[in-house]
């Protein structure tokens, strides 16, 4: 593995721009480690998505399709 020289005090864009440099399989392990940290969901998160759930349950042809969107953006 590279040594790569991080600058002090962390510059976020100087970071970013040394994970560029990074071969493909490293910037895996740099994925990995920041999506497979424990990460809490805030309970008002939780509640707004299963309310939202619910809803499309309920009546889906509110739903709207994804490429039909996506042609319009």
Request: zero cysteines; a negative charge; aromatic letters at 4%.
């Amino acid at each position: 593995m590279e040594t790569l020289k991080i600058p002090t005090p962390f510059n976020l864009n100087e970071i970013l721009e040394a994970i560029k440099l990074l071969s493909p399989k490293d910037r895996l392990k740099v994925n990995d480690v920041i999506w497979n940290e424990e990460t809490e969901i805030p309970t008002e998160h939780q509640k707004l998505v299963l309310n939202r759930l619910s809803k499309s349950k309920k009546n889906p042809e509110r739903l709207l399709n994804w490429d039909d969107v996506s042609k319009e953006l």
